[in-house]
């Protein structure tokens, strides 16, 4: 029995201890509305871009990226990092891809 009690305190103490390491501080300049959007927007684009080829993909990909830092008041550089800290932060990347999701279904 305590050896039992002992296994079962010490999974939880491992699981606590590793779903404390998931989630990662970081400071976002958008709020997380604002991300889910960007991401959304960011596979509206990619998904439009991907059937132009040739000067007008780059044209296009230049204008939606135009489109992007004037809706979000960010410079484009400003806008990869934001993605770049999001793509390291995981639980914080489920949260706005689900709203992504939910925001992808309601155009069907």
């Not at 684009?45 to 991907?50: C, D, H, N, Q, Y």
């Not at 992007?68 to 806008?79: A, D, G, I, N, R």
């Amino acid at each position: 029995m305590t050896k039992t009690i002992f296994f079962f305190l010490a999974f939880t103490m491992m699981f606590v201890a590793c779903e404390q390491k998931t989630t990662a501080n970081v400071k976002y300049t958008l709020s997380d509305e604002q991300l889910s959007s960007l991401m959304f927007d960011l596979q509206l684009s990619e998904v439009a871009v991907s059937e132009v080829t040739g000067k007008a993909r780059d044209t296009l990909s230049e204008l939606f990226w135009l489109r992007l830092t004037e809706v979000y008041k960010l410079s484009k550089p400003e806008l990869t990092k934001e993605i770049r800290k999001l793509e390291t932060d995981p639980v914080k990347m489920k949260e706005v891809m689900d709203k992504v999701q939910v925001m992808s279904d309601s155009i069907r």
